[in-house]
């Protein structure tokens, strides 16, 4: 019997769609970019100026060749350019990590703004379970928008926890902001000298 071989096949880093597909992928520029430093002999049967002409002469004219890559053209400007207004959108916003005090020392730490990261939050928030070795949960706080919530003073290893994620998808220019939300203690109501004092 036949020994089966299993193909390896290469997905680009840009779209994840194999090289050949890119081009119905977010950014052709960028993953022909990719490619080119990524594998070289490929970049080459893909979109040397011999495979393009091979690829198209066989079956339209000059001037459709043109009006094909003209389209492709603006297609690519008008992506990047909506990733370009994706991204500053991201950078202009923040991450809140608020630090609450629940009772004797107890806290507990909420962390807002995370859905800029484009991550799945229930798994973060297993990594950061895992991490700081307690519990960690995804809910929805008031303004219906989902938070993850830690049990623990963990705020500022949250924090570098985030920063790395944040540095690994280069958007290192989102602010993080740590707010300490303690709780209130009752004070006792002031007294007029010589005035009875009032039973609660």
């Known amino acids: 019997m036949a020994e089966v071989v299993a193909k390896e096949v290469l997905y ?3 779209c994840s769609f194999p090289p050949e597909y890119c081009e119905f992928g977010v950014s052709l520029k960028k993953c022909q970019e990719w490619l080119e430093d990524a594998n070289k002999e490929l970049y080459d049967q893909l979109y040397s100026e011999e495979a393009l002409s091979h690829k198209f002469s066989n079956t339209l ?6 009006k094909i890559h003209a389209e492709l053209a603006k297609k690519q400007l008008k992506e990047e350019a909506k990733q370009e207004r994706e991204l500053q959108r991201k950078l202009q916003s ?4 608020k630090r609450i005090e629940r009772n004797r020392r107890k806290h507990v730490i909420t962390i807002t703004g995370l859905e800029l990261l484009d991550v799945d ?4 928030a297993k990594q950061f379970a895992s991490k700081f070795a307690t519990g960690a949960t995804v809910s929805k706080n008031a303004e219906k928008k989902e938070e993850i919530l830690i049990q623990g003073d963990v705020s500022d290893e949250a924090k570098k ?12 220019g ?3 902001e740590q707010i300490d939300d303690k709780k209130n203690k009752k004070t006792p109501a002031p007294t007029t000298p010589g005035a009875p004092a009032t039973k609660d």
Request: charged content about 45%; glycine content about 4%; hydrophobic content about 40%.
């Open 121 to 124: 939050l229930k798994k973060l």
């Open 94 to 97: 923040k991450i809140t990590i």
């Open 161 to 172: 926890e985030i920063e790395k994620i944040l540095t690994d998808k280069g958007l290192e």
């Open 61 to 66: 004219s000059l001037e459709k060749q043109e």
């Open 174 to 176: 989102i602010e993080i």
């Open 12 to 14: 680009c880093k840009v």
